[in-house]
């Protein structure tokens, strides 16, 4: 009688046969990415196919976390692996272990050995990361002069903190002009020395459309920069040289805006706290010793020599003292440190140009008014003076 098998004994004899073909254990494939499909716990699973063929492949967590563009259905791509079986469906399909970009290999190459070397030279430790200022002046901004990043940076710093300076100096962020117009930014402000801190800024892109930020001129001018260096380059699992090589990495325009302009709501509340802890330390030392006393006064005074006692009343009354005069120290210093931060947001402030007698015009649409090529006859306009607006005609 012939021997019977289960669905189950196929399935792994099959597998078997796989896992022992040297050909199939180690493999290149290109295709096109399809059903591409990011799941929570960090796996990748997604169809790789040409034109009269598909495949199914896997690419678990941790080899996933070594891609660094973010894959996507329609993306050309060569991956190694292995092909196996998945027994519980009786289907092959491809275990992948590396992915790229299919004719992106050589930059690629060219973007790990330059990261090696400037590495290798200490541009990215951290002992060499300026520190970038609490409630900056006046912050330079090197991004394209159109386009929804500076509109981002803009609409967030100014919802944050009303009384921004921004300063954009228009570069190109992508192409061949990338890194010269970026580096050209970086000389100006470091050159007028009218800024702050800068910020380097690019949207979301492939690694081929982010390749301009991988130069050595560039990467070199940052850390030159005497003035610190946000990089803003790209989403959250973009990564540039630049990225590396600045002071500051944010993930993305919007975050570096939010880095660098605190609301004011939580400069008043982070005053406020730390005033609070230092008074209750003060007098929670206060009343530790107050305590000890109490305890030595409940003792037998007769064995302890009168001495001692007055010195340890002399002690107490010089912790006292010290203690008063260490929180009035520091609440002086954070009253010195308020009225310096409310003077630099009352200079900022452009009701305080318009009390010198300068005025602010706008049209209907409520359009800031900057030449009279902006206006035309019997145009209605709105004049906003230091104590209150006045409606115009223009004749």
């Given at each position: 009688?012939?021997?019977?098998?289960?669905?189950?004994?196929?399935?792994?004899?099959?597998?078997?046969?796989?896992?022992?073909?040297?050909?199939?254990?180690?493999?290149?494939?290109?295709?096109?990415?399809?059903?591409?499909?990011?799941?929570?716990?960090?796996?990748?699973?997604?169809?790789?196919?040409?034109?009269?063929?598909?495949?199914?492949?896997?690419?678990?967590?941790?080899?996933?976390?070594?891609?660094?563009?973010?894959?996507?259905?329609?993306?050309?791509?060569?991956?190694?692996?292995?092909?196996?079986?998945?027994?519980?469906?009786?289907?092959?399909?491809?275990?992948?272990?590396?992915?790229?970009?299919?004719?992106?290999?050589?930059?690629?190459?060219?973007?790990?050995?330059?990261k090696k070397k400037l590495e290798l030279e200490g541009l990215f430790k951290e002992e060499y990361k300026k520190k970038i200022p609490f409630l900056p002046s006046r912050v330079g901004?090197?991004?394209?002069?159109?386009?929804?990043?500076?509109?981002?940076?803009?609409?967030?710093?100014?919802?944050?903190?009303?009384?921004?300076?921004?300063?954009?100096?228009?570069?190109?962020?992508?192409?061949?002009?990338?890194?010269?117009?970026?580096?050209?930014?970086?000389?100006?402000?470091?050159?007028?020395?009218?800024?702050?801190?800068?910020?380097i800024a690019r949207g979301g892109g492939s690694f081929e459309d982010l390749f301009g930020f991988n130069d050595e001129a560039l990467a070199r001018k940052i850390f030159e920069s005497?003035?610190?260096?946000?990089?803003?380059?790209?989403?959250?699992?973009?990564?540039?040289?630049?990225?590396?090589?600045s002071d500051l990495r944010a993930p993305t325009p919007s975050a570096a805006a939010e880095l660098v302009y605190p609301k004011y709501s939580d400069i008043v509340d982070r005053i406020?706290?730390?005033?609070?802890?230092?008074?209750?330390?003060?007098?929670?030392?206060?009343?530790?010793?107050?305590?000890?006393?109490?305890?030595?006064?409940?003792?037998?005074?007769?064995?302890?020599?009168?001495?001692?006692?007055?010195?340890?009343?002399?002690?107490?009354?010089?912790?006292?003292?010290?203690?008063?005069?260490?929180?009035?120290?520091?609440?002086?210093?954070?009253?010195?440190?308020?009225?310096?931060?409310?003077?630099?947001?009352?200079?900022?402030?452009?009701?305080?140009?318009?009390?010198?007698?300068?005025?602010?015009?706008?049209?209907?649409?409520?359009?800031?008014?900057?030449?009279?090529?902006?206006?035309?006859?019997?145009?209605?306009?709105?004049?906003?003076?230091?104590?209150?607006?006045?409606?115009?005609?223009?004749?």
């Amino acid at each position: 009688m012939e021997k019977i098998y289960s669905v189950s004994q196929i399935n792994k004899y099959i597998k078997l046969k796989f896992d022992k073909d040297e050909f199939l254990n180690n493999i290149n494939i290109t295709g096109e990415i399809t059903n591409f499909k990011a799941h929570y716990t960090g796996h990748f699973y997604f169809t790789l196919k040409d034109d009269t063929s598909t495949i199914k492949c896997v690419m678990f967590k941790s080899c996933a976390s070594l891609v660094k563009f973010k894959p996507q259905d329609g993306m050309k791509v060569v991956i190694s692996g292995q092909v196996s079986v998945f027994e519980r469906d009786g289907a092959y399909q491809i275990y992948c272990r590396t992915m790229t970009p299919e004719g992106l290999g050589d930059l690629y190459l060219a973007y790990e050995q330059l990261k090696k070397k400037l590495e290798l030279e200490g541009l990215f430790k951290e002992e060499y990361k300026k520190k970038i200022p609490f409630l900056p002046s006046r912050v330079g901004v090197i991004t394209s002069r159109t386009g929804a990043v500076v509109r981002d940076i803009i609409n967030v710093s100014t919802r944050r903190y009303d009384k921004v300076n921004l300063l954009i100096y228009p570069a190109a962020v992508q192409g061949v002009n990338v890194s010269s117009t970026v580096i050209e930014g970086l000389d100006t402000f470091n050159k007028l020395n009218n800024v702050d801190v800068i910020i380097i800024a690019r949207g979301g892109g492939s690694f081929e459309d982010l390749f301009g930020f991988n130069d050595e001129a560039l990467a070199r001018k940052i850390f030159e920069s005497h003035i610190p260096v946000i990089s803003a380059v790209g989403h959250e699992t973009d990564f540039t040289i630049c990225d590396f090589v600045s002071d500051l990495r944010a993930p993305t325009p919007s975050a570096a805006a939010e880095l660098v302009y605190p609301k004011y709501s939580d400069i008043v509340d982070r005053i406020l706290l730390n005033k609070r802890r230092n008074i209750n330390a003060i007098e929670n030392y206060v009343e530790r010793r107050k305590q000890y006393v109490e305890r030595l006064k409940a003792s037998k005074l007769e064995k302890v020599p009168l001495n001692m006692i007055n010195m340890y009343r002399m002690n107490i009354d010089r912790c006292i003292k010290e203690s008063y005069h260490a929180l009035s120290l520091k609440v002086e210093k954070y009253k010195a440190q308020t009225i310096k931060n409310i003077t630099k947001l009352d200079t900022l402030s452009p009701l305080k140009t318009l009390t010198r007698g300068y005025s602010v015009v706008e049209n209907e649409d409520r359009k800031v008014i900057k030449s009279v090529n902006d206006v035309k006859k019997n145009d209605k306009l709105n004049v906003t003076l230091n104590d209150g607006k006045i409606n115009v005609t223009v004749n």
